[in-house]
């Protein structure tokens, strides 16, 4: 049983001896391809400035296009802000003619009377017998159901009498004024006014203010009885004062006036724009600004029209509305209205002018029931300013004017390459397109390349006089065509034959710069000329190059951004694989940059990228595959650095200093392998 | 579950056959083995692995080769009449992996462009379980049993097809893969280790006799299954892969995340799994053994044993065994081939008291010897008798 024990022992130190345990780790070897594509020359088409043209034998010419000219005309018109003011005073008042009465009954003149009642009983026959001063009464006369006050330039007061009493009336004397006042506004004298008749007195209000609060004074009145005839005593039967105002004009009143127009005016805004005459202009962006200022103490009502502006056959109008002004003061509004896409006809009211926009305007009140002080002192002020109009395109003469300009474009496509460029054929196309509704006379005062040796200047007859370039047509517009336009063309050749074009070109130039001078309208005849925004005069330069060029050492360079992660990376290689049909040998060099540029890494290749086998007809009959392998050591911490690669390729056609054609069917196939030591634990 | 239970109580019940004795017994049994590797080139292999320590294990290796885990705790109770009931607990790991697998790991594919490796076989076949073991011996020659089991944690993988090419150039890398793996769900895995994640039952059957001067006996032990619940996953993957690098229409404008999206793809086609019950068939343990005795002053026995575990091994594990008997002492020297081991020697002590059993054994006894070491193995088991037979 011991010897077990001791067993047992031996066993548990023999397994408690374990080694320490490390993570075991270690290096492999692994390639994986990581990416592959099919090069074509058309696949570097990837600028809108360069393509690439297929001729009849499926050779490739490349097609250069930089714009040189691109001339906006939109100053031409430039239709500035424009206001005008208007303060406009009320011409009349409207109110319309005003009736009142006052009764004076036979019942109340009983009444007065002592025993009266029991002397004429109502419905009775008696004798009147003849009295003095019975009538004599100062009565009011309440017209404020229609005014409180006004003051007349004009108009009549009638005051009308009219005897329904039983008996006549003699020395009848009656006064009709103010309350309160002792001015009479009218008096009236009659002698004998017999039953049943009526006497009319007339006064002219002119100057005159009458109060809604009026009063009427009997001075005297006799009545002449009826002896010895008796007659029925009616208590109803009056003697009755009417009052009419009529045929009034006022110069301000205090009441409820009745609907009426304060102002109506038609505004004309005439925009100042040189030489050009504008007949129609459709709007791009723009609008009115109006600014309304009223001293009335009621609602104006205000309708702003330009009947010239119309969008789908509607007239631009619109309304607003001025509050009631404070008393003694004036009240504001500022409004904004957008005629965007308006078609505006810029020949006036009459359509015998140009550069104008006719507007109307009118204002008014309603009936509000409500008791408003309105003299012909008030006032409405109007401000109608016309804001920037940018016109989407206008019609009429647009001047005669003369532009100098001068442009630099860049021309970095050959400047790019190192080496030597011989071409064979070259072709060189200015072309202008003229998107204006005006004839233009162009000239190319100068037009050179320049590079860091220097500047050549291309020289050619071409350059020794203007070219006109005649008026653009519009295309129909109800078709809403689009373009909008169809430009008048002229182009310039330049070639090796009738300039030093190859020249320039061979020259690797950096910049073009180009100088011109354009002369719109240089006949002053054309009056049905239009512009549109954004468009105007272009010239775009068009470089044709064959693609059969004899390259030595051509250099491109160029720079990608990349981010890419990579840890435990070790020596190893990339291999590129390339299955080559173009008759052009490349040296291919990659350098990782950091984010400030920096070299991380220069990655060369001792192999090269051959170039095709050709045949007699210069056309390549063998393609070659080649593999380029590119070292390294440690690439992790680079490529983790790493945020741009720089490619530099070096390029030579084969056979050498032998123009060699290059084909649209050309490809090189890449693979892109690596291989590398990767640790692993 | 009821039924399992009615035939445990019925077979404990019947008392038809007598055993000889009442006695319980515990043994336990942990074991780590590979085929391939051995103790000196193990101790090599920590730290950075220089060539020539990957050329040493690359040597080392079989064209297929295995590690084993096993870690078996059983308490059985034997009573006279001749039922027992026994509660064990077992562990066990049995992976198998191809030379291929392990040159392509330490070399990478670099060397092997052009050729198309295989990596099959792989497998790996991992459990954990606990049982509850009923056995009665209906005469002196048969005994059945029947088990109860919960499954605890189970992990599978079969790959049927690995391939793995590198065109010559490295221009194109290419793989096909089908496999079937299933895990158990393992969110609690440390924190309770002994988690029902499956529940199964168990047959067993065991008959010996006598054979001219010894006996032989056969025995068919784990005849079942598990079934795991429905967090259990499981896949089935059958894809074939082809990478000639990104197609990109501007060559040098690549990055990373185009690559990413590529492994992110495969990564999606391998992670397709679904969650749902699994019913795992139980390694059965076929067990054939004969005992010789020989009257010789030097060996009192010998045994041959053939041992094979359906699903887990190739081929069947053969020992032969001679032994020495000295009073109460036994002793077993023996040499084994098959199964998920490398060919060697195991030993075996026995003590065996009137009352008190108590027996040690090695499947390793190569152990003592570096070089020859592939592994380590103890067994133990201990067994007090209460009673005889009358």
Redesign the interface.
């Known amino acids: ?1 011991k010897s ?1 024990f001791h ?2 022992i031996i ?1 548990l130190l ?2 408690s001896c374990k ?8 290096n ?10 099919q ?1 074509n020359i058309l ?1 570097l088409v ?1 600028d809108s400035s360069i393509r690439f043209d297929t001729l009849s034998d499926n050779s490739l010419k490349l097609i250069f296009i930089t714009e040189l000219i691109n001339f906006e005309l939109d100053s031409l018109i430039d239709l500035e802000s424009i206001s005008t003011s208007k303060n406009v005073k009320l011409e009349t008042i409207n109110f319309s003619n005003t009736t009142v009465s006052h009764e004076v009954t036979l019942g109340s003149l009983i009444a007065s009377i002592d025993f009266g009642t029991l002397l004429f009983p109502n419905g009775g026959n008696a004798v009147i017998p003849a009295y003095s001063d019975l009538l004599n009464d100062t009565f009011p006369i309440d017209a404020n159901e229609y005014f409180e006050e006004m003051t007349f330039i004009d108009g009549f007061i009638d005051l009308k009498i009219n005897n329904q009493l039983p008996t006549d009336l003699s020395n009848v004397q009656l006064e009709l004024r103010n309350k309160n006042e002792s001015t009479s506004i009218v008096t009236m004298n009659i002698p004998l006014l017999p039953s049943g008749q009526t006497a009319i007195e007339t006064a002219s209000l002119a100057g005159q203010t009458l109060s809604g609060d009026l009063e009427a004074e009997i001075l005297s009145a006799d009545i002449v009885g009826t002896s010895p005839n008796s007659v029925t005593i009616d208590y109803s039967d009056a003697l009755i004062a009417e009052i009419v105002i009529r045929d009034i004009n006022l110069q301000e009143g205090i009441a409820i006036f009745p609907s009426q127009q304060i102002f109506d005016e038609d505004t004309v805004v005439a925009f100042e724009i040189g030489d050009v005459r504008l007949q129609r202009v459709v709007v791009d962006e723009g609008g009115v600004e109006v600014v309304g200022v009223s001293t009335i103490q009621d609602t104006i009502k205000i309708e702003y029209s330009i009947p010239g502006a119309t969008l789908n056959g509607q007239p631009f109008e619109f309304y607003y509305q001025l509050p009631p002004a404070p008393v003694g003061g004036s009240i504001s509004v500022t409004k904004f209205f957008d005629f965007s896409g308006y078609e505006i006809d810029m020949t006036g009211k009459l359509g015998d002018t140009i550069n104008t926009i006719y507007t109307e305007s009118q204002g008014w009140i309603d009936s509000s029931g409500v008791i408003t002080h309105i003299s012909l002192e008030d006032s409405v002020f109007n401000t109608i300013t016309i804001k920037e109009i940018i016109p989407e395109r206008a019609y009429g003469f647009l001047g005669t004017d003369t532009f100098q300009e001068s442009y630099s474009s860049e021309f970095i496509d050959f400047s790019n390459f190192e080496g030597e460029i011989d071409l064979s054929q070259v072709d060189v196309t200015i072309s202008t397109e003229n998107y204006v509704g005006a004839n233009a006379n162009v000239w190319i005062t100068n037009f050179s390349a320049q590079n860091n040796s220097g500047t050549l200047d291309l020289i050619s007859s071409n350059l020794s006089s203007p070219f006109n370039i005649s008026s653009a047509s519009e295309n129909n517009q109800a078709n809403q065509a689009n373009p909008p336009i169809t430009p008048s063309e002229n182009a310039l050749l330049f070639d090796e034959k009738n300039s030093n074009i190859d020249a320039i070109l061979e020259s690797k130039p950096e910049l073009l710069n180009f100088d011109f001078e354009l002369v719109l309208n240089p006949n002053s005849n054309q009056d049905s000329g239009f512009i549109y925004k954004n468009y105007g005069i272009t010239s775009d330069l068009e470089i044709g190059v064959p693609l059969a060029l004899s390259a030595s050492h051509i250099v491109l360079r ?1 720079t ?1 951004d ?5 840890e435990n990376l070790f020596e190893g290689s990339f ?1 590129l ?1 390339a299955h080559n049909t173009y008759p052009i040998d490349a040296q291919i060099k990659m350098t990782l940059l950091d984010q400030n540029g920096m070299i991380l890494e220069e990655l060369n290749s001792d192999q090269v990228l051959l170039a095709s086998e050709v045949n007699a007809n210069g056309k390549t009959s063998v393609p070659t595959t080649s ?1 380029l392998t590119y070292p390294f050591t440690s690439i992790s911490e680079s490529l983790n650095q790493c945020q741009h ?1 720089a ?1 530099e390729i070096k390029l030579n056609t084969q056979p050498e200093n032998q123009p060699v054609t290059i084909y649209s069917d050309y490809t090189i196939d ?4 690596a ?1 590398f ?2 640790s ?1 634990d | 579950m009821r039924l399992i239970i009615k035939i445990c109580v019925l077979s404990c019940l019947v008392s038809i056959v007598s055993a000889q004795e009442s006695s319980l017994q515990f043994n336990t049994n942990m074991g780590l083995f590979n085929s391939s590797i051995n103790e000196p080139l193990l101790a090599q292999s920590y730290g950075f692995l220089d060539d020539i320590e990957k050329a040493n294990i690359i040597d080392a290796l079989q064209s297929e080769n295995y590690i084993q885990f096993e870690l078996d705790n059983q308490l059985k109770y034997q009573h006279k009449n001749g039922w027992s009931l026994a509660l064990s607990n077992h562990a066990g790991l049995y992976a198998k992996y191809s030379k291929s697998l392990i040159e392509l790991s330490l070399l990478g594919n670099t060397p092997f462009k052009g050729d198309s490796l295989q990596l099959a076989p792989l497998g790996l076949t991992a459990f954990h379980y606990s049982q509850i073991k009923a056995s009665f011996q209906w005469d002196p020659h048969f005994s059945t049993s029947l088990s109860f089991i919960g499954g605890h944690q189970l992990a599978t993988l079969q790959v049927e097809n690995a391939m793995f090419y590198t065109e010559k150039s490295g221009a194109n890398i290419a793989y096909g893969l089908e496999f079937e793996a299933h895990y158990s769900d393992t969110t609690d895995l440390l924190d309770n280790p002994f988690e029902w994640n499956g529940m199964g039952a168990a047959l067993g059957f065991t008959f010996n006799d006598s054979i001219a001067n010894g006996i032989y006996e056969i025995s068919i032990q784990d005849i079942g299954f598990i079934k795991w619940n429905e967090s259990t996953s499981n896949r089935y993957v059958d894809s074939q892969w082809s990478f000639d690098g990104v197609n990109v229409d501007d060559f040098i404008e690549f990055n990373d995340s185009i690559i990413n999206n590529d492994v992110d793809s495969i990564k999606d086609l391998l992670n397709r799994e679904t969650q749902d019950h699994y019913t795992w068939r139980l390694p059965t343990t076929i067990n054939i053994s004969t005992l010789q005795n020989i009257n010789s002053n030097f060996v009192n026995a010998i045994q041959l044993s053939l041992t094979h575990k359906l699903t887990i091994y190739d081929l069947p594990r053969v020992t032969l065994e001679v032994i020495k008997n000295l009073k109460k002492h036994e002793f077993r020297l023996g040499y084994h081939t098959g199964g998920f081991e490398r060919q060697g020697f195991q030993f075996g002590y026995a003590y065996k008291g009137k009352k008190t059993s108590i027996q040690l054994f090695t499947k390793q006894a190569n152990s003592i010897i570096p070089s020859q070491n592939y592994g380590l193995h103890i067994g133990i088991g201990l067994k007090r008798v209460f009673s005889n037979s009358k």
Do not use: C, G, Q, R
Request: avoid cysteine; charged fraction near 20%; aromatic fraction near 10%.
């Open positions: 049983m077990i067993l047992l066993l023999v397994s080694h320490d345990f490390e993570k075991p780790s270690w492999t070897d692994l390639t994986t391809p990581l990416a592959y594509s090069l696949d990837n160029d990608i990349i981010d890419i992660n990579v291999t694989v593999e690669i490619f890449l693979k892109l392998i291989n030591n990767y692993l």
